[in-house]
């Protein structure tokens, strides 16, 4: 499964309330019914959301600092996963050798690696953008 931000909702007053800026932007695309398919959280996701967000916060910073298309938090997300060479790769018969994101995601990594690797995104958010790793979470934290 690919890496997203995760939707997450917490129960109040008999019903699920986005609990996460991706679950708000989730909800405002609803239209008429849905359907929920409850799982048990897996790894710390208070970490996960705050790298969601932090990825959120600074895609459009790192936008206005980059040429060509504008970077969104998926696109940033696959940045750092290359950087960090979090992918296998499909040599086709051409020749041409493919990355698989996909292939090491977050559900796959034990709760180490994914710690390893989100203080690492952080760090190199923190380098690109000139700005303490504690200013990005703050920010993050606030939103």
């Known amino acids: 499964m690919a890496d997203t931000a995760p939707l997450i909702f917490a129960p109040r007053l008999g019903g699920l309330f986005p609990a996460s800026p991706a679950a708000e932007k989730a909800m405002a695309d609803v239209k008429g019914n849905v359907r929920v398919k409850i799982t048990r959280m897996q790894g710390n996701h208070k970490r996960i959301a705050l ?49 698989n994101y996909d292939s090491i995601s977050f559900a796959k990594m034990s709760e180490p690696e994914r710690n390893e690797y989100i203080s690492w995104a952080f760090e190199t958010l923190s380098k690109w953008l000139g700005v303490p790793v504690e200013a990005l979470t703050t920010e993050a934290r606030a939103a």
């Open 51 to 99: 790298y969601w967000i932090t990825l959120g916060i600074c895609a459009p910073m790192l936008s206005a600092m980059c040429e060509g298309d504008a970077i969104d938090d998926a696109m940033l997300h696959r940045i750092l996963k290359d950087r960090r060479g979090l992918y296998t790769t499909t040599t086709l018969p051409s020749g041409e050798v493919v990355k």
